[in-house]
């Protein structure tokens, strides 16, 4: 079983679309993180939830809203997409989150976003 | 933020082992320094983190120096599997308890 699952892998999409990524982990974890890793690959935080409470909130343009039906979930939607949104988009997931120094996060594969 | 300075690149031999070093020489007191690694097309991986001990692990060994301004990732016998970007990051109240990624350092293994 994946720990941490995301779908789909590929999305390609035309400027102006809306579109979702979704991501599961079934590790039992506290905590979710939504990453970005652009062209130049730096990989960036956006946002983390933890028990479906955000916790961390990036310079994200609010095209992007991030919705955690439970804490197993984190879904990433984005509207109007741009072309400067292209990138792979990465969840992740941790035990407990918030102020801990010690823990180790856990990545999905990744969704390689194109937006045309 | 606390920030990490790693090689761009480094390139290594198979059964050979492998130092990745790090500096963090603004590492505030109880940071914690993480190790990932991301290999092709694959998410970021953990490896090992520790506080001011020496730690091992499976995958790794991790040597940190008796300041704290810099780190050592030891993989004592690479394999081609070990080609990866290495990243070195802070986990703390320096890092707002954000695990945030720099370049990070890309490892050739020759065969």
């Known amino acids: 079983d994946t720990a941490v699952s995301q779908t789909p892998k590929y999305l390609v999409t035309q400027m102006g679309n809306d579109k979702s990524i979704k991501c599961e982990q079934n590790l039992g974890h506290d905590t979710m993180y939504w990453y970005k890793q652009d062209s130049k690959k730096f990989l960036k935080i956006m946002f983390s939830?933890?028990?479906?409470?955000?916790?961390i909130n990036e310079t994200v343009p609010n095209r992007f809203s991030p919705k955690s039906p439970d804490k197993a979930h984190l879904n990433l939607h984005i509207n109007s997409l741009e072309l400067g949104d292209s990138a792979v988009y990465f969840c992740?997931?941790?035990?407990?989150?918030?102020?801990?120094?010690?823990?180790?996060?856990?990545f999905g594969s990744g969704t390689q976003l194109s937006v045309l | 933020d606390a920030k990490t300075t790693q090689p761009n690149s480094m390139e290594s031999n198979e059964e050979e082992p492998v130092h990745l070093p790090c500096n963090h020489s603004?590492?505030?007191?109880?940071?914690?320094i993480h190790w990932y690694r991301q290999l092709p097309s694959q998410g970021p991986e953990y490896v090992i983190h520790g506080l001011t001990s020496n730690v091992n692990n499976r995958m790794a060994s991790l040597a940190i120096a008796e300041d704290r301004k810099s780190s050592t990732l030891i993989l004592h016998r690479a394999t081609l599997r070990d080609a990866a970007v290495y990243y070195c990051?802070?986990?703390?109240?320096?890092?707002?308890?954000?695990?945030?990624f720099g370049k990070g350092t890309l490892l050739t293994v020759n065969p």
């Open positions: 939830y933890n028990n479906k409470e955000l916790i």
């Open positions: 990051t802070l986990l703390g109240p320096g890092s707002n308890y954000k695990l945030t």
């Open positions: 992740a997931s941790s035990q407990e989150g918030g102020a801990i120094s010690n823990e180790k996060l856990f």
């Open positions: 603004t590492i505030s007191g109880t940071d914690y």
